[in-house]
């Protein structure tokens, strides 16, 4: 597969949850899934209780990183898009248009979040991340280089999935 920003998305489509990861204040990394929808690929919501230790992570270092992959595929075969983004837990209008694209389409199972579930006194709240920079794993057989790059270890590409995007 040559167009590496569709892989990307195909891959993200395919999952229903990302992997979250996110640092306290002295720099100690938590991972933790997710459950996520996007409407742009470019932006990831979720929802988590506001005292979870990614949440708390978040306020003080809203830097994160993720990743969504195919646990599937056999061994020495990976498939995963990799993404360095900003979180921020939602407010006001961010809100607001974060609730219509959290929890995506009814066909991915998440259950409808109304305003009331997302604020106080709900321990609850919905965050998003806005991508800053997004790598795929570069597609391979295994002791195989890729058909892009002719490089045969794995490498990680850089891919724009928000470009041509549905």
């Known amino acids: 597969m040559h167009d590496l920003d569709a892989h990307a998305r195909a891959l993200i489509d395919a999952n229903l949850y990302v992997t979250l990861g996110t640092a306290d204040a002295e720099g100690s990394p938590w ?4 459950y996520f929808a996007t409407a742009d690929y470019a932006e990831y ?44 837990e939602l407010a006001g209008r961010d809100l607001d248009r974060g609730l219509g694209i959290y929890p995506g389409p009814a066909t991915r199972g998440g259950s409808s979040v109304a305003h009331d579930d997302v604020t ?3 321990p609850y709240r919905l965050y998003r991340a806005t991508v ?17 790059h002719s490089i045969n270890v794995d490498h990680r590409a850089p891919v724009l999935p928000w470009r041509h995007a549905r």
């Open 45 to 88: 919501y979720w929802l988590s209780a506001h005292d979870a230790a990614h949440s708390r992570n978040i306020a003080r270092r809203p830097q994160v990183s993720m990743v969504i992959f195919d646990s599937q595929v056999p061994a020495y075969h990976g498939r995963a898009v990799y993404l360095s983004a900003t979180a921020v």
């Open 132 to 148: 800053t920079e997004a790598f795929v794993l570069c597609p391979r057989e295994p002791r195989q280089p890729c058909r892009l």
């Open 120 to 122: 106080a006194p709900s």
């Open 31 to 34: 991972v933790s899934p997710v």
